[in-house]
């Protein structure tokens, strides 16, 4: 059986966005996958729960492409694999098969690494098989074990007769061991060299270890050449010069590190590149300049080689990734001068596209339009945050336009207009626009108003269900007032919040704070309430206070430096 939010079910064309209707479309076949992921096939035990889960984010990017091609989820399915190799860098990973003896070690299997990375790993099989010989490894398999139970290598057994490829060996190496290959490339006299290490959130954590091998179905792209296809199973050195795209498809479940000069040469072939690598580039340019593995600019030289015309996936993952920096600073100059170049970047793109609705445009314009529109507002473009407040008090626009100007307002808001919004939740009589209302206030920049909002989330004056959710967003921008005023109360009846809601709050909140003197406080929180079973995902908070600490203090300095001669006159 399937539990379905009403937010991910309903949906109303007269007020509902693009956004949510994807989302919508997602949930629906994610959930509907399940009765052959889940019900026709069942797994044994949870050790295997990504068979299900997996296939399940696998399968809603499938249905997507196949029923609505026009959105190209497969394309936007690419943040869903940052996901799972973002938590694999983590101290906290684990393999995607792992031992489960507890219920507490059952819920926690309920992550990215089981969502996301299983999708990964299998859209990376799926590539390497071809879509019609994976088709029908599948059928085999749901006709050999309808109505029973399976572990993963019935699976990969029958996907392996099927291919005549080591399917076998590639799952093994993915799901029984934890971590994210990193292909480090180089070039010596004799051509193209290529090794693997193992990719850590921070390159000098000293948690290398033992060496780690994957084998890698692998693409190369030599810019006017054939792509070439092979099977990383060693170091090989090939004949191949600068330029060339490593994983090009980044179908690979890898990350991939240039000698720097090697990098730069890349960047003049971006703008003709498929926007997929276009996106590969970028990704892991921040997930290694956030490492120290390479200069933190470098995801900045890709987008800088973009067109304003590139497809409006491809710039809405450099507004996300511009929000990502952007919240790892504190106010002050460096932050300032951070979204001064921020908005020099993104302002041109928004101009190209328009403020409004054009016929025939691209069916994620409208999706680029207001995520542009709401990270320049957030970056305190003046222009932008005027029209929202115009937009959101006349009524007009479209429900993106109206749902982004909610934000803006909300987010910028001072104490008379958080008023307004507020008394408009409350009066409100429709569910939805209730909960996004709240939603968006949760979002305040005010520390004043932030812990207004955080009072009404402790109480049952919110949506039933929802408290969790705000108190988590109110702790993305305010993690130090939702750690020390929030946290001691989540327990309070009025709340509403079961444990596992209470801990996931706990979690989200640590993973925001960057002074490492708060590691003491979570741990006495850990040692207190948390059994030694459920401490996974802590684990990763106290890593991620340092993390945080780290890239403020080394990553953002030398950024800083970078955008410094970006502008100098």
Same mark, same amino acid.
């Given at each position: 059986?399937? +539990?379905?939010?009403?937010?991910?079910?309903?949906?109303?064309?007269?007020?509902?966005?693009?956004? !949510?209707?994807?989302?919508?479309?997602?949930?629906?076949?994610?959930?509907?996958?399940?009765?052959?992921?889940?019900?026709?096939?069942?797994?044994?035990?949870?050790?295997?729960?990504?068979?299900?889960?997996?296939?399940?984010?696998?399968?809603?990017?499938?249905?997507?492409?196949?029923?609505?091609? !026009?959105?190209?989820?497969?394309?936007?399915?690419?943040?869903?694999? !940052?996901?799972?190799?973002?938590?694999?860098?983590?101290?906290?990973?684990?393999?995607?098969?792992?031992?489960?003896?507890?219920?507490?070690?059952? @819920?926690?299997?309920?992550?990215?690494?089981?969502?996301?990375?299983?999708?990964?790993?299998?859209?990376?099989?799926?590539?390497?098989?071809?879509?019609?010989?994976?088709?029908?490894?599948?059928?085999?398999?749901?006709? /050999?074990?309808?109505?029973?139970?399976?572990?993963?290598?019935? @699976?990969?057994?029958?996907?392996?007769? &099927?291919?005549?490829? =080591?399917?076998?060996?590639?799952?093994?190496?993915?799901?029984?061991?934890?971590?994210?290959?990193?292909?480090?490339?180089?070039?010596?006299?004799?051509?193209?060299?290529?090794?693997?290490?193992?990719?850590?959130?921070?390159?000098?954590?000293?948690?290398?270890?033992?060496?780690?091998?994957?084998?890698?179905?692998?693409?190369?792209?030599?810019?006017?050449?054939?792509?070439?296809?092979?099977? +990383?199973?060693?170091?090989?050195?090939?004949?191949?010069?600068?330029?060339?795209?490593?994983?090009?498809?980044?179908?690979?479940?890898?990350?991939?590190?240039?000698?720097?000069?090697?990098?730069?040469?890349?960047?003049?072939?971006?703008?003709?590149?498929? =926007?997929?690598?276009?996106?590969?580039?970028?990704?892991?340019?921040?997930?290694?300049?956030?490492?120290?593995?390479?200069?933190?600019?470098?995801?900045?030289?890709?987008?800088?080689?973009?067109?304003?015309?590139?497809?409006?996936?491809?710039?809405?993952?450099?507004?996300?990734?511009?929000?990502?920096?952007?919240?790892?600073?504190?106010?002050?100059? &460096?932050?300032? &001068?951070?979204?001064?170049? /921020?908005?020099?970047?993104?302002?041109?793109?928004?101009?190209?596209?328009? !403020?409004?609705?054009?016929?025939?445009?691209?069916?994620?314009?409208?999706?680029?339009?207001?995520?542009?529109?709401?990270?320049?507002?957030?970056?305190?473009?003046?222009?932008?945050?005027?029209?929202?407040?115009?937009?959101?008090?006349?009524?007009?626009?479209? =429900?993106?336009?109206?749902?982004?100007?909610?934000?803006?307002?909300?987010?910028?808001?001072?104490?008379?207009?958080?008023?307004?919004?507020?008394?408009?939740?409350?009066?409100?009589?429709?569910?939805?626009?209730?909960?996004?209302?709240?939603?968006?206030?949760?979002?305040?920049?005010?520390?004043?108003?932030?812990?207004?909002?955080?009072?009404?989330?402790?109480?049952?004056?919110?949506?039933?269900?929802?408290?969790?959710?705000?108190?988590?967003?109110?702790?993305?921008?305010?993690?130090?007032?939702?750690?020390?005023?929030?946290?001691?109360?989540?327990?309070?009846?009025?709340?509403?919040?079961?444990?596992?809601?209470?801990?996931?709050?706990?979690?989200?909140?640590?993973?925001?704070?960057?002074?490492?003197?708060?590691?003491?406080?979570?741990? /006495?929180?850990?040692?207190?309430?948390?059994?030694?079973?459920?401490?996974?995902?802590?684990?990763?908070?106290?890593?991620?206070?340092?993390?945080?600490?780290?890239?403020?203090? &080394?990553? @953002?300095?030398?950024?800083?430096?970078?955008?410094?001669?970006?502008?100098?006159?």
């Amino acid at each position: 059986a399937s +539990l379905f939010s009403q937010d991910d079910l309903l949906f109303d064309p007269a007020k509902s966005t693009e956004p !949510e209707r994807q989302d919508v479309f997602e949930v629906v076949s994610h959930e509907m996958s399940h009765q052959w992921f889940g019900d026709l096939v069942t797994m044994a035990w949870w050790d295997n729960l990504w068979l299900n889960e997996g296939f399940a984010d696998w399968m809603e990017t499938v249905a997507a492409d196949a029923l609505h091609p !026009e959105w190209q989820k497969g394309l936007q399915a690419q943040s869903i694999f !940052e996901s799972g190799k973002q938590a694999d860098a983590e101290p906290s990973t684990h393999p995607v098969v792992q031992d489960v003896d507890t219920a507490a070690q059952a @819920l926690q299997a309920f992550d990215s690494i089981t969502y996301d990375k299983g999708a990964v790993v299998i859209t990376m099989l799926n590539a390497y098989i071809g879509p019609d010989v994976f088709r029908e490894g599948v059928r085999r398999y749901m006709r /050999a074990h309808a109505f029973g139970n399976t572990v993963d290598t019935d @699976l990969w057994g029958i996907m392996q007769t &099927a291919a005549k490829k =080591p399917i076998l060996r590639i799952e093994r190496d993915f799901t029984r061991q934890e971590g994210l290959p990193l292909i480090c490339v180089s070039f010596p006299q004799a051509g193209l060299h290529l090794a693997e290490i193992r990719f850590f959130d921070n390159a000098r954590s000293g948690q290398q270890g033992a060496a780690q091998r994957w084998t890698i179905p692998l693409s190369l792209a030599i810019p006017g050449a054939q792509t070439r296809q092979m099977l +990383l199973t060693d170091t090989p050195t090939l004949p191949l010069h600068s330029p060339v795209l490593v994983n090009a498809g980044q179908t690979a479940y890898a990350r991939v590190l240039y000698p720097q000069s090697a990098f730069v040469d890349l960047l003049p072939a971006v703008p003709g590149l498929a =926007p997929v690598d276009q996106l590969g580039l970028m990704n892991d340019g921040l997930a290694l300049g956030l490492g120290g593995y390479a200069p933190p600019e470098n995801v900045f030289l890709v987008a800088q080689t973009l067109p304003a015309t590139a497809d409006p996936v491809v710039w809405r993952r450099v507004a996300a990734i511009v929000m990502t920096l952007d919240w790892h600073y504190t106010d002050g100059p &460096a932050r300032a &001068a951070f979204r001064a170049f /921020a908005r020099s970047l993104l302002a041109p793109v928004l101009a190209q596209i328009g !403020e409004g609705p054009r016929p025939g445009e691209n069916p994620n314009a409208p999706i680029l339009r207001d995520t542009l529109t709401s990270t320049l507002g957030h970056l305190g473009d003046e222009t932008v945050i005027a029209r929202a407040r115009q937009i959101l008090a006349s009524g007009a626009g479209t =429900p993106d336009e109206q749902r982004t100007a909610l934000d803006i307002a909300a987010e910028t808001a001072d104490a008379a207009e958080f008023d307004s919004l507020l008394d408009r939740a409350r009066k409100s009589r429709d569910p939805l626009d209730k909960e996004r209302i709240y939603d968006s206030l949760s979002s305040v920049a005010d520390p004043a108003l932030a812990k207004r909002m955080m009072a009404i989330a402790l109480t049952n004056e919110v949506p039933a269900g929802s408290s969790a959710g705000i108190i988590s967003q109110l702790a993305y921008y305010h993690p130090d007032l939702i750690w020390s005023e929030a946290v001691p109360h989540l327990g309070d009846p009025a709340s509403g919040m079961t444990r596992d809601e209470q801990w996931d709050v706990i979690v989200a909140t640590a993973r925001g704070l960057s002074d490492p003197d708060r590691i003491p406080e979570v741990q /006495a929180y850990i040692d207190a309430h948390v059994p030694a079973d459920a401490r996974r995902p802590f684990v990763g908070a106290v890593a991620a206070i340092r993390q945080n600490h780290r890239i403020a203090t &080394a990553v @953002l300095p030398a950024l800083d430096r970078w955008i410094a001669a970006q502008t100098k006159p």
